[in-house]
Each structure stands twice: as structure tokens, then as C-alpha cells.
């Protein structure tokens, strides 16, 4: 009877493990892993506690002289929101009696092996679309367009071969933002001109950590203070990884081709704004790796940040445009959790993307590089402010519509 019993502890513990594993290396914040850890613990009437950190969870299981303490290293995951959706699938089923504690362990253990794989080529493909997609949300021009979907291509082709081996995934960020430096400046140089700043900054926003930024800035604000201060230098590591391949790409760009300022070009047509954030919104749908049948949601998502900022605009300055429309995307996300049983993170995620001031700390070191000294400190401030901003909105959205999940 006591073996029998300490065989299901220990399938309970396995489940648990795994599932709080999957959902780390699926991008989750550490605060939303514990929240979503300890509702599961209670749904199953199980004892236990989870402290989740960037690279690491500690989970203890149990209570008295049955208490287990289990520590499991994860990896920096990327968003996964198709991840996401499958593990919350898994839940949904084993709290209605759909499948048994066996099936749920086993369903998650291989959880990686269903997620949606999109082919190489697409993921790819996407790189070029978002790079293009945000040059024409930052008021580029027709060519300025076409050269961010090249260099977002390149990037992406450094981002695929980085994930495949792992010595040159620790030099993806410098490498590939010093060669779109240097084909930014090669571009500029043979065609009639472009902002080659921006089509450098729009090449490369995949990999700025904006998001990463906001993330910290969350968990420090819920009291998460190690993994906040953790998954906060990592972005700021990456952001001058960035900052200075980017800067290293451009003296070699001008010693090349010859020290050209950059043309500013007239903005695309509204219309092709709206185009652009449709495409964005499938290119986005790759790159998280998130089902075909959530595209329009992340569309939606997409859509309320960009109509939500261009709108709050008229009435308020930053960092409040950010804060009003965090607000609004948090709303949504939660009412959208309610109504379909899914994630509040599909919808959330996309949106808060457009937000986040990943470019703006980039620009505050690149200007730093350029010795503009004062330019990078009001630039790392205003990033500093709307990335508290989007944190703020996010939690007071929650006020407005209660989560139902904490994923």
C-alpha cells in the first residue's frame, strides 16, 4: 500500500516537473510559471511550491516526511505560444477525466514533438517580412522597405544556422548585426539612398530584446526579484551585443564604401501600413510558432496595439500612449482567455511586441558608440519608462478583467 502510494507521488511529481519544464522553455515569465504552477497544485489537491528562475526551477513537492525537493535546469526559451496552447490542452483533458495521469505525462514529455514545425525557408521568410513590416510602421520609405526584408532575411539565415550549432549561437546577435551594418551601408551606397539607420534597426528587430526588457521589468514589479534582475541583464548583454556589432558593421560599412549620410525617404502610402501589419501578423505566426488556427487572434492583437497607439496618441504623450494601450491589449488578452479557455498569452504577446522599447535602448547605444552621449542617455531613459509603462498596463489590465489563466 505505502509502495502504491509512493508510486503515485512520484507520477505526480513527474507530471508536475515536466509540465512546469515545457512551459519555462516555451518562453513563460517565472512569475506567470508560478502563478500557473500553484493553480495546478491546488486544481489536484497536491502539496507544493515552485520558485522559477530564467535558466532554472526548483519545485518542492510534497509535505512532512513525503516532501520532495526537485531541481530541473531549462534552457532561455524562445516564445512558444503553440507550446503553450498544447500544455493547456493537456490540463484542460486531465482535470475533465478526459485522459489519466500516465497519458498527461507522456503527452507532455513529447510535447516538443508536436509543435507546429513550420520549414525553414518560412521561418526565414518571416525574419524578412517582420524586418519589412516594422520599417514601414517607423516611416519608411518604398526602398527602405525592400532593403529591412532583405537584411531580415540574412538575419534570419544567421538566427536558423546559430540554432542549429551551439558554439555559433553565442555570436548570432554581433555577427549578424555587424554584416546587415555593412549591407546596410553597402545598399545605401549603390542605390539613390536609404535610411540606412533604419533599414539596419528594422533587419535586425527579431533579435532586440524589447520584449525580454518588458518581461524583467514585470517580475521585478511582482517581486520576482532575482529572475527579474537575471532576464534583465540578459537582455541588456544582448542589447550591447547588438549595439556593438551593429557600430563595428558601420565603420567598416564607411571605411568601404565612404562616410555617407543617410537619405530620408517619404513614408509608404497608409494603405500599405494596414497591409503590412496583415502580413506582420502571419510572419509572427511563424516566428512563435503558435497554429494556423491562431492567426486571426494575433492579427487582432497586433491590430489593437497599432490602432490603440495611433488613437491615444491624439489625447496623450509617452510613456502614457504605451500605458493606455498595455491596458488595452491585457483587457483583451484576459477577455479572450475567458471566452475560449486558451492562454491570455496568444493574444497578449503579439501586441505587446509592437510596444516594447527594444529599439529605443538600441538606439541609446548606438548613439552611445557614436559618442552622442547625451542622445543614448535620454534614449535609455525613455526606453527605461515605456518598458515600466507596459509592465503597469499589464498588471492593471488584470484589474480590469481578472485572468483566467495565468499563462
Known sequence: MVSEKRKIRQKQAAMLISISKAIAEAGTPSHRLEAYMQVILEKFNFSGQFVAFPTAIIASIGEGDAQRTYMVKTKVGQINLGTLQR?????????????????????????????????????????????????????????????????????????????????????????SAMVVGILAIMIHHYSSGINYVLVALSGLIVLIPGLGITIAMRELSTDHLVSGSGRLAGAVTVLFLLSFGLALGYLIGHRLFGDEAFTQSTPTPDWFRYLAIVITSLAFTVIFKARLADVFWIFLSIALAYTGSKLFKLWLDQPFISLATAVLIATAGNVYSRITDNPASL?????????????????????????????????????????????????????????????
Open 87 to 175: 500544455i493547456n490542452g493537456v490540463i484542460n483533458d486531465l482535470e475533465n477525466n478526459v485522459i489519466n495521469i500516465d497519458t498527461a505525462i507522456e503527452t507532455i514529455r513529447h510535447i516538443k514533438d508536436q509543435e507546429s514545425k513550420y520549414p525553414g525557408w518560412l521561418v526565414v521568410l518571416a525574419f524578412g517580412i517582420v524586418g519589412a513590416g516594422f520599417s514601414t510602421l517607423f516611416s519608411g520609405g518604398w526602398l527602405d522597405v525592400l532593403s529591412a526584408f532583405c537584411l531580415g532575411i540574412v538575419t534570419g539565415i544567421f538566427a536558423r544556422t546559430g540554432d542549429k550549432y551551439f558554439h555559433l549561437s553565442h555570436v548570432v546577435a554581433p555577427f
Open 347 to 407: 493574444m497578449q504577446i503579439p501586441g505587446i511586441i509592437l510596444l516594447v522599447p527594444g529599439s529605443m535602448g538600441f538606439n541609446s547605444l548606438t548613439a552611445m558608440y557614436t559618442h552622442d552621449t547625451i542622445t543614448g542617455v535620454q534614449a535609455a531613459f525613455s526606453a527605461a519608462l515605456v518598458a515600466v509603462a507596459i509592465s503597469v498596463g499589464l498588471l492593471a489590465g488584470n484589474l480590469f478583467v481578472p485572468p483566467k489563466k495565468d499563462l
